[in-house]
């Protein structure tokens, strides 16, 4: 029902282009006052289906969400992410013996009915493997500024096409923790307070079938105690909304989760359940006594993914953007305190950039003749050397002709002797065989 | 619900959208679908918006359109004193408007043109709106360019502008052409034939078939755009919509009783014209598509398409540093073989030449 005109009229006049507003069309001082009026419609207009329309586009183009997991090796993230999703992801066991922490992405595409997600599982490899932690929160903090990162340059681009992007940022972070039943580790506090600003963090406690009831209780007590007091700020489900919001705080009380994971079958009864087989029980993870999986995955996929997307976008991102905006020089109001417009801003830093470049042109034209000129050098050298190797070879190589002519020379004397004498030795035989022929005619006559 | 789960190993890829695939089995529900209506709890808390802007000479029938669109006197009184002397300019009026339809909030601006063809010489009539348009657009850049900006910008581009041809029977005259050729670069027009209850059914389809073929000859894309036809289902459903473009409407708010039935309708001596009716006038065409299937593909179209182009064309123009009174000139679409400045990113040279 209406209950002051306040409808705006904005009026523009075409002399010259001068604008005269009357109130202005948009504008941060509108928000106040100028509120649209309520109109009541007298029939079926039709828009009601404009929450349909969207949910269409957005099954059309497919969502995405990526989750982060960080944990020690061995403490069951990939379990707990197979489980979450029912699938087996298939990944190997990582070794302990990692030098640094490395992050591994993978990503996956999931369908059920007609939504289609594209998963993107971060894990943290070798995290508080190394004998030296004090680097070990680094390439954590790294990753997630290169997505923002990614994003932020995708935007400030002229041509982008943002709609088809593939949003890479981080949405959700698990941070699993030991059981140790005590408190948080040292490594696991830092690693938190340096990641509590840029991500949503969601602390679980890991292998949860390690505790028993009471030691739960009071352990997650200490642990969200620790975190108050140290100022982490964990990511707490929305209660604004009415429809979730009662279910949101109570889950909220429950924080951490203590999970199990498991994607083996074991019978009970007459169903076939996932769970982890021991002696002397039966840890079934989807029953909510046991642990708390199931509400883990109530909260972190069925109730609060958008938001989850949304907190990332609106929060994290934004406070991201104005750091690397502020860092790089922009201003939104300047020193006078008039709007900068971001033309100016840009025009001066394209100058500078293209002053840079210049410089390293030059530099990088001077570096390359230095080095042909060095190369050319070197290779005058070498050929030289390989002239001089010919000519000795050749030099010898006439030697040894020369030799071998002599020893033809003599070979060939020889065999002229030779032959001379072989015929002088005839000679001398046939002669005598002739005189002892007529010697044995003569005593034969 | 079993589904199926494709994996594929690509690290970091933050660009790429298309992942090599090999399939493994996903047993049992996850939980997934629930996105979907964790999407629409947030749509209909933030509520929509949508702008429209509606051009025509005056006594076309503008105003009553849009009562009768949004079944709501929108206009509380007519913006212009009909009884009055024309105004001198162009002047454009807009007025904003909060309605509730089961659950769903939208905040509805229309922008009316009165003055719009009035004049004796109506050369360069187009430019207030223009600048009003990619006024618009520069609000929206502009948020969206600040450091610390709003969780929500506050979404004041036109979506679509509907434009009213006077029924004369014959074809477009040259101020409609030129004004369509030159709007439809920037954001989405549908053309109607305004006041269609003075022409027969035959006459209609003359007009409609010579309207069409003015449009293609001048090269004038009209919503919905061929060339942003994303499969086969949206091609042919759209195909059918661009068949009967431009709609012969006819508005009216007023109800009166037909057959023992509350219809909204024109009464005249000869007749009631009926305005929902599909026999009569076209109008719940032209409802149906504004509202109740292609708001949101309005809505993108502009956001993705023209505020891009806009955006593109203004921070190419760094020497364009302060704004100025006339600062954003577009240059009018002639028959160039080669894609301007002001094209859009996805509209290809073929595209042009063949027309929508």
Redesign the interface.
């Known amino acids: 029902m209406t209950s002051s ?1 306040v ?13 005269t507003c009357s109130t202005s ?3 941060k001082e509108e928000k106040t006052d100028d509120i ?25 183009q497919g ?1 995405c969400f990526n989750i982060l997991c960080v944990g020690e090796t061995g403490i069951g993230k990939s379990t707990l992410i197979d489980t ?7 990944d190997f066991e990582s070794s302990h013996f990692h030098p640094n922490v490395r992050l ?12 289609r ?2 998963l993107t599982v971060v894990n943290t490899v070798g995290f508080g493997d190394q004998i030296n932690k004090e680097e070990s929160y680094q390439p954590i903090v790294d ?1 997630i500024d ?2 923002f990162e ?2 932020l340059q ?1 935007e400030l681009k ?3 096409s ?5 949003d ?1 940022r981080i949405h959700a972070c698990l941070y699993f923790i030991s059981p140790t039943g005590h408190s948080l580790k040292t490594l696991d506090l830092l690693t938190m307070k340096s990641l509590d600003s840029k991500v949503n963090i969601i602390p679980v406690i890991a292998k949860a079938d390690t505790i028993s009831k009471t030691e739960l209780q009071k352990f997650k007590i200490k642990l969200m105690s620790e975190l108050v007091s140290n100022g982490v700020q964990i990511y707490q489900f929305p209660t604004d ?1 009415e ?2 919001s009662q279910i949101n705080s109570s889950m909220n009380g429950h924080l951490p989760f203590a999970v199990v994971g498991s994607m083996e079958e074991v019978k009970l009864g007459n169903k076939m359940v996932k769970a982890r087989q021991y002696p002397w029980g039966i840890v079934q993870v989807e029953n909510e006594n046991h642990c708390d999986f199931v509400k883990l ?2 909260m972190l ?7 989850l997307r ?1 907190q990332t976008h ?1 929060r994290h991102y ?1 406070l991201y ?2 750091c690397k ?2 860092e790089m020089g ?3 109001v300047s020193p006078e305190n008039k709007p900068v ?4 801003a ?2 001066i830093k ?1 100058h500078e950039f293209y002053g840079e470049r210049q410089r390293k042109e030059e530099e990088m034209k001077q570096m390359f003749v230095h080095r042909v000129k060095e190369k050319e050098a070197i290779m005058k050298e070498a050929e030289r050397e390989l002239q001089a190797k010919f000519e000795h070879l050749k030099r010898l190589h006439q030697e040894e002709r020369m030799k071998l002519e002599e020893k033809r020379r003599c070979l060939e004397e020889e065999i002229i002797a030779f032959t001379k004498k072989k015929a002088a030795s005839d000679l001398l035989q046939n002669q005598s065989l002739n005189a002892s022929g007529q010697c044995e005619e003569r005593k034969g006559s | 619900m079993a589904g199926t789960s494709k994996r594929s190993m690509s690290p970091h890829s933050s660009q790429s959208s298309s992942p090599r695939t090999s399939s493994c089995e996903m047993f049992g529900y996850v939980g997934i679908e629930a996105v979907l209506d964790q999407l629409k709890i947030k749509a209909m808390k933030t509520g929509f918006e949508f702008n429209i802007m509606v051009v025509g000479r005056s006594g076309l029938g503008k105003s009553t359109m849009v009562n009768t669109l949004f079944k709501s006197k929108v206009w509380k009184s007519s913006p212009v004193n009909k009884l009055g002397p024309l105004p001198q300019t162009l002047q454009l009026q807009s007025v904003t408007h909060t309605i509730e339809e089961k659950g769903v909030k939208l905040k509805l601006t229309v922008t009316d043109t009165p003055g719009f063809g009035d004049q004796i010489n109506n050369d360069k009539c187009w430019d207030p709106i223009l600048n009003y348009i990619n006024d618009q657009y520069e609000h929206y850049l502009q948020e969206e360019v600040l450091i610390t900006r709003q969780h929500h910008i506050p979404d004041t581009r036109v979506h679509i502008c509907v434009y009213f041809v006077p029924p004369t029977g014959h074809c477009l005259r040259p101020l409609d052409i030129e004004f369509l050729k030159r709007l439809c670069r920037v954001v989405n027009v549908v053309p109607v034939i305004a006041r269609a209850d003075s022409l027969t059914l035959e006459e209609r389809e003359a007009f409609r078939w010579q309207i069409q073929e003015d449009l293609k000859k001048n090269g004038i894309f009209v919503y919905p755009q061929k060339c942003f036809d994303e499969d086969t289902d949206d091609k042919a459903l759209n195909d059918k919509i661009r068949e009967k473009i431009p709609f012969a409407v006819v508005g009216a708010d007023r109800e009166h009783t037909v057959n023992g039935k509350c219809v909204l309708g024109r009464k005249t001596k000869w007749g009631i014209i009926e305005v929902e009716n599909m026999a009569h006038c076209e109008f719940p065409l032209l409802r149906d598509l504004l509202i109740r299937s292609h708001m949101q593909d309005l809505k993108d179209i502009t956001h993705n398409v023209h505020y891009e182009n806009y955006r593109v064309h203004r921070l190419n123009e760094s020497h364009l540093l302060t704004k100025g009174a006339g600062w954003v000139t577009l240059s009018p679409p002639s028959r160039r073989t080669t894609p301007g400045r002001c094209q859009s990113l996805r509209w290809s040279q073929e595209d042009l030449e063949n027309g929508s």
């Open positions: 005109d409808a705006r009229h904005t009026v523009y006049q075409a002399l010259g282009g001068i604008k069309q948009a504008g649209p009026r309520c109109l009541t419609i007298n029939g079926h207009v039709g828009f009601e289906s404009l929450p349909d329309q969207l949910v269409n586009r957005s099954i059309q969502f979450l999703f029912n699938t087996n992801f298939d591994k992405a993978q990503m996956y595409e999931l369908q059920e009915s007609s939504v997600l594209k990753y290169a997505q990614a994003y995708e002229i041509k982008r943002l709609f088809n992007y593939h890479s909304d429809t979730t995955r109530e996929i069925c109730t609060n993914m958008e938001d949304e609106t934004e953007r104005r905006l502020e922009f201003k939104d417009s971001l033309q100016e840009y025009e394209r």
